[in-house]
Nanobody, 120 residues
């Protein structure tokens, strides 16, 4: 079975950094595009960043210049390096695998998420 497990979330002060990881199993990791989404309390899930099978990257305007998405196919792991965090980044971050469009939520597989809380 396909499993996606996020880790690396936590509590951080504004201006700080976190690195999220998404470890995948049960699939051929290298052939899939994948991405990160987040959902804040009382808000809809929104796109954060994505990376294609060819390592093209895409970012929402709100995180561009602060976040970096990457992947290590040998480790079956995707990462999201988050710098200069703001209180508005507070959300549950989920990884997703398998999409034609990458920046929309129509992914095949989802992890359960890791919580990020940014204090002011």
């Amino acid at each position: 079975q396909v499993q996606l497990v996020e880790s690396g979330g936590g509590l951080v002060q504004a201006g700080g950094s976190l690195r999220l990881s998404c470890a995948a199993s049960g699939l051929t990791f290298s052939i899939y595009g994948m991405g990160w989404f987040r959902q804040a309390p009382g808000k809809e899930r929104e796109f954060v960043a994505a990376i294609s099978r060819n390592v093209s990257t895409y970012y929402s305007d709100s995180v561009k210049g602060r976040f970096t998405i990457s992947r290590d196919n040998a480790k079956n792991t995707m990462y999201l390096q988050m710098n200069s965090l703001k209180p508005g980044d507070t959300a549950v971050f989920s990884c997703a695998v398998g999409s034609r469009t990458l920046t929309t939520p129509e992914y095949t597989y989802w992890g359960q998420g890791t919580r990020v809380t940014v204090s002011s």
